[in-house]
């Protein structure tokens, strides 16, 4: 079964960090782009960040440039999303996302995780 499971959700205060990985089951991920998503309660899904099937591309959204990094081992076939200095306005679900190339359309994404719960409070 091809699948991608999240992890590494959970409270933490603002200003705070938490790493998030995405692991591959059933397929490898070297050949795929990886995307994260996240959608906050009453909001539409968003993209976050991406990373080509290299690891060599990178990209990300305005509001997390500078605090969030995207990495990829594709050893362990898995991706990472480092947040540092949280913001209460990042609560979200955290999901990851397969395609063949970085997009900002989620329909272009062919796998998808189940999600892990972000939520930044003090």
């Known amino acids: 079964q091809l699948q991608l499971v999240e992890s590494g959700g959970g409270l933490v205060q603002p200003g705070g960090s938490l790493r998030l990985s995405c692991a591959a089951s059933g397929f490898t991920l070297d050949y795929y782009a990886i995307g994260w998503f996240r959608q906050a309660p009453g909001k539409e899904r968003e993209g976050v960040s991406c990373?080509?099937?290299?690891?060599?591309?990178?990209n990300y959204a305005d509001s997390v440039k500078g605090r969030f990094t995207i990495s990829r081992d594709n050893a362990k076939n898995t991706v990472y999303l480092q947040m540092n200095s949280l913001k209460p306005e990042d609560t979200a679900i955290y999901y990851c996302?397969?395609?063949?190339?970085?997009?900002?359309?989620?329909?272009?994404?062919?796998?998808w995780g189940q999600g892990t719960q972000v939520t930044v409070s003090s």
């Open positions: 996302a397969a395609s063949g190339y970085c997009s900002g359309y989620l329909n272009e994404y062919d796998y």
């Open positions: 990373i080509s099937r290299s690891g060599g591309s990178t």
